[in-house]
């Protein structure tokens, strides 16, 4: 593919050396409150489910329309910023954000929170491709662009681990509504931050003919496709439900490939698909995300059921998550030139399969610190190739498709964390069901006292479910070894190791 990239407007071009940075800060403010509105929220569906008298099961559609909005949405976004603007569609999306934000802290039942939240959602999926697209075009060196991207990716998962440690106080000190209501001060700073900093930036490629169709196709595709993958371990993997999800997904993503396959402005070019490279770095990132997503979902549960802590010391558990992630993800951008993307990726990728087999010794005696250890070097694996993965990613398109190739990859890492979590929750399931009718077996209880009966068949449980976590994390630690085994077939050219794009 050709590098030389005409670009329109004086958005990389006048940014000085400090502005850059600036730039950078600005868009990890918009990713960071958008990550962290996904995971403070689940802090407080307890309150919000006491407060609207509603079932459990109701509030899950509360996250779940938010992922379901925010997963058809991600490419139209990607898509109108290359073409309407960057800054733009950024500006926009942040706002609406902030006004669906607001709204949802004044819900006042279940309908109208799921309304307010497919508003944020919407708004909120705007932030990946367009944030992605102007570190792109702001940051032009390979080294540097991938030490921005590396630093920006990081913002991820300090949100994840600042979600329940700012989550907790606000819900305990000023209820619920206060985890939507922070969005409005924090929110405004990153707009003025972003009309102060970012600069406007389009591509040359003007859109004439939006691909109305093409996003309406994908937008029902993904929606049966999240769907079942949310509600699948409720609804039983091949029940009516799921079966119907399965057939509108295969349908209409069939339909998307027969419309975007000849439209002149596709929602999504599959000629990148075609790419070895390309391809190659969404399977890489699809396997990875999906054997830390999966895996890594799992602990809190296993921290708040058999450690006996609340979810403000989990959260503690997770610090180490931010440190390492913050800490390795400059490492490996400063590695762009120096090293062979793929052996980056490789290496992190192994480190961090290593730091998830660690989880596989977990019992009810581990200790915080064990679990801050294999939570640090889990992180810090995943950190090290963060940026490369990235990259890889930013330097094969033209930049007038970064936007819409950024949601290609956002989508490929969504949908890979999606399918992790649904993975490895049915792993759990199933094995605790196996293991329980197999120790109950093999176990002998010489006795009639009912009260010892119970205690021993909960000690059979609880060795069960021990057992299904560790077949857990033994699952994930082969996938990403799996993962670290197929980055080595990342051959990327030599003109893109440094990621360098000509300016005309």
Known sequence: MGRSIMENGNGANGNGNGLKW????????GTFLGRLDQTIVNLALPKIIADFNITLSSAGWIATAYILANAVFVPIWGKLGDTLGRKKIYIIGFTVFIIGSVLAGLAWDLNSMIVFRVIQAIAGSADYPTAMAIIAVTFRKGRERSMALGIWSASFAAAAVFGPLIGGPLIDNFGWRAVFLINLP??????????????????ERRTLNFDWWGAITLGV??????????????????????????????????????????????????????????????LNNFIIFMGMMGGIFILPLFAQTY????????GYLFMPMAAGMML????????????EPRYVIAFSTLLAAFGMSLFMTL??????LEIMFAVFTLAFGMGLGMAQRTNIIAAVVPEEEIGISSSVLALARNIAG???IAFFATVIRYTTEDQVMNLAQNTIINTKDPLIYGQVMNLVILKAQIIAYRTDFYIASLILLLGAFAALFLKVDKDLKDAHVIVE
């Open 307 to 314: 450690l006996g802590y609340d979810a403000t010391q989990t």
């Open 363 to 368: 019992d009810v005696r581990s200790t915080a």
């Open 22 to 29: 600036w730039v950078l800060l600005t868009v990890i403010v």
């Open 221 to 282: 595709a993904l929606s049966a496709l999240v769907l079942v993958l949310d509600k699948g371990v409720d609804w039983g993997w091949g029940s009516p439900e799921a079966l119907a999800c399965y057939a509108i997904g295969l349908l209409f993503f069939y339909l998307f490939y027969l419309i975007d396959d000849k439209h002149p402005e596709p929602m999504v070019d599959f000629k990148y698909l075609r790419e070895k490279i390309f391809l190659g770095a969404l």
């Open 418 to 420: 999606a399918f992790g």
């Open 328 to 339: 390795a993800a400059p490492i490996g951008g400063s590695l762009t030139g120096k090293v």
């Open 186 to 203: 924090v929110g405004v700073l990153g707009l003025v931050m972003a009309l102060i900093f970012v600069k406007e930036s389009t591509s």
